[in-house]
């Protein structure tokens, strides 16, 4: 096909449309009515002569064709983006960075210094958000954001697991001393969600129905249910490595080695159509490396 007659407003609207897999969000983003992307759509269809999208009822699928034209089309455009883009924002050349809060206070923060170290020409903002779970029904609200959850993002989001999610039961040292067996742990408070400790108990092969559980508070990160632990409240479920120095220095105590895979993840995700941009590429290269050092055993 010559490049003069490449139907660019179609392939355009079909890029945003496959990123999307939705006419309406794609008709949002560039500014035009959804009856014009499904037109543009249309029209390159007839042109190819395959179907792109497959209409189910309300909903929209690519077909093979679709997927095969989108993985060339998305990437091209997003080539495109980074090119004409600029990376320079009123501040300077930022990169903002959402992510959930333990991840962030014990192993993000305190690793962030290399990679500004390495990248001098970035200002990283960093927030915290006790929301960030596998659902994005939106879009983001940073460049990246940092997720813990199970996998299974829409195809609209690039998604690279940094760590898994492993949980170890941690007592104050004076708890520590009458808990021989994992059964024990069922005389103290059990801090944190339920679900975790029915998986902890299942694989300690310990029956603990609800009857048998005392009552304690419930935090939202593991940050507040370990400083609970600390202070004697009870029984934590923490992901150990987050929590090395406090169990090094015997501010907290594991009293058995067992570990729960609980199937889940801390991820790090970015919209697809970004990832050429030289700071999201940068970002993403430092901490993929730097988790990866961490499972090195």
Known sequence: MPTDSLPLPALHAFEAAARHVSFTRAAAEL?????AVSYHVKRLEERLGAPLFARRGRSLALTE?????????VDAFGRLRAVLGSEVDAAGRSLTVVSVPTFTTHWLAP??????AAHPELTVKLATSTELGDSIDGELAADIEIRAGPSGFPPRFVAHRLLEVRLACVVAPRLAAGLRQPADVLSLPLIGMSMSWDAWFEAAGVEAPAALRKPAPRFDNQAASA?????GLGAALVTPDFFAEDLATGRLV???PLLVDRAKG????????QRHR???????????AAASADLRP
Do not use: H, N, S
Not at 65 to 73: F, S, T, Y
């Open 65 to 73: 064709a679709g997927e095969r034209l989108a993985a060339e089309v």
């Open 31 to 35: 500014g035009l009515t959804q009856a």
């Open 111 to 116: 690793r962030l210094g290399a990679f500004q």
């Open 227 to 231: 400083q609970a632990a600390v202070g």
């Open 254 to 256: 594991a009293p058995f």
């Open 278 to 288: 030289l700071k999201i590429r940068a970002f993403r290269d430092w901490i993929v």
């Open 266 to 273: 801390y991820w790090l995700v970015y919209a697809a159509d």
